[in-house]
């Protein structure tokens, strides 16, 4: 379905353990990385992204053990970013921030970029974002900004958000929402994102990074989905012709 939405890349964003997917997670065998990456080369797509879990609920070295592991995996599979969501629970800010400077410097040995997206809590919008990329303190850390996700988490404005950091993103998740705690599973342009005046701001700040796509409205068939993620991809180059 990626594929024949007219799709080349593709990102290993939600792990699932009771399908016997882990996708970089610390559980990946060295067959099963060997298997997702055959099966991905098979479909004629790349990967690039893989989605971090940073278990903060455990003693630091073993925090620190189990991302590192997972950065590994990324790196076997030839992937060029890491994104981590952030971190929602304020007790545990001190610790995921000590694991994050960790990684940053584990994954720029290795040739991949750490990043974390607008999630809510301590990466809900600008503020705690810059707190974020102070507390950590690596360049190799930077952020994949997700319009959608600061107004289904925060209310506020995507574009106003992005000024005081567009300079440190990277890359870019493509996501509408309608409302805060909104569906976010839309088609583009249904919602509140104001996706031109966003790409404006960041091609401003020389952007130049991956746009992923990650929301579609769900079909009644797969071909109906499918058909939803190429309009959202055909909606996206209309856009970025424009700014």
Known sequence: GTKAAGYRITG?????????EPLIGSAATAEYLATIKQKIAARGL???LGA???KNAIPLAAAIADTRQQIANAHTLGLQFTLTFG???REHYAQYFKVLADAAAFAQERGIKLVMKPHGGGSGASTEILNALKAVGHPNFKIWYDAG??????GKDPVAELAPIAAHVTGFCAKDCGAPKG???IQFGTGKVDF????RKLK????NGPIMVESCKIGATAAETTANARANRLYLEQVLASV
């Open 196 to 199: 031109a005046a966003v790409f």
């Open 183 to 185: 569906d976010v599973m």
């Open 149 to 154: 996700n600061i107004i289904h988490y925060t």
């Open 52 to 54: 971090l879990r940073i």
């Open 46 to 48: 790349q990967a690039n």
């Open 12 to 20: 290993l964003l939600t792990a699932s353990a009771a399908k016997g």
């Open 204 to 207: 401003s700040a020389g952007f």
């Open 87 to 89: 971190v929602d629970r």
